[in-house]
């Protein structure tokens, strides 16, 4: 079967850097996405990596290693309003989207 | 300019009645998709439409019924509803189905409560 995994809740403090975990196993891989959805909102995108490597956007970076299987979300500078969860989700051989069940990040000033 | 709309945004309805979603994209995609998001945060697919093609097609009670008038359209139909179809239900879409660096777009939600 097909699966993700990734930390159910993460606990950082305001300034602080916080890393989110996600391995995969899935029937073939394009890439590896990251969205965000704050409470009460819709997911939105955040990132997309296909090769391996350290993808930077702002406070941002997402990053992968094929060859693991694994792949995280750095957030750096942290918010207040960076608290939400963040889903990573796979694009399989079918070119579909398999999602990962979400992780909680719960920022303390 | 919404990207994706869904009407309505709350639907509180009694259990046997059947309601309807509508969900419209206007940003020109191929591929629309319904999710559902319980109350523990888990996305799961459950229908996704290519240019008015039904494409995936999840273990999904036949309650629900999609239905697909134009691209841009995606409404979800829900018959004789039970109490645990209570969730937040998204419409999404995004460039096509084959496409590798697929990002979805999402619309803002609509949450339903079954009493």
């Known amino acids: 079967g097909q699966s993700l995994e990734q930390p159910s809740e993460v606990t950082a403090v305001e300034g602080a850097i916080v890393q989110i975990n996600c391995t995969y196993q899935t029937s073939g891989f394009y890439g590896l996405s990251w969205y965000q959805q704050h409470d009460g909102g819709a997911p939105t995108f955040l990132s997309y990596n296909a090769l391996d490597g350290l993808e930077e956007t702002g406070r941002f970076s997402s990053f992968l290693s094929r060859s693991d299987s694994y792949g995280y979300l750095l957030l750096q500078e942290l918010q207040m309003k960076d608290s939400a969860s963040y889903f990573c989700a796979v694009t399989d051989s079918n070119y579909q989207l398999i999602w990962g069940a979400g992780t909680k990040l719960i920022i303390k000033p | 300019d919404t990207a994706v709309s869904q009407t309505p945004k709350y639907l509180v309805t009694q259990m046997g009645n059947d309601k309807s979603i509508k969900c419209e994209q206007n940003?020109?995609?191929?591929?629309m998709y319904w999710y559902k998001q319980d109350s523990k945060k888990f996305l799961k697919i459950m229908f996704s439409y290519n240019n008015k093609e039904l494409i995936i097609n999840e273990t999904v009670p036949n309650r629900f019924s999609p239905k697909s008038p134009d691209k841009a359209h995606l409404n979800l139909h829900i018959n004789s509803l039970e109490l645990g179809d209570s969730a937040v239900y998204f419409c999404?879409?995004?460039?096509?189905?084959?496409?590798?660096?697929?990002?979805?777009?999402f619309g803002p939600g609509t949450r339903l409560t079954v009493l």
């Open positions: 940003l020109g995609h191929d591929t």
């Open positions: 999404a879409s995004s460039q096509g189905a084959r496409v590798v660096n697929n990002e979805q777009f």
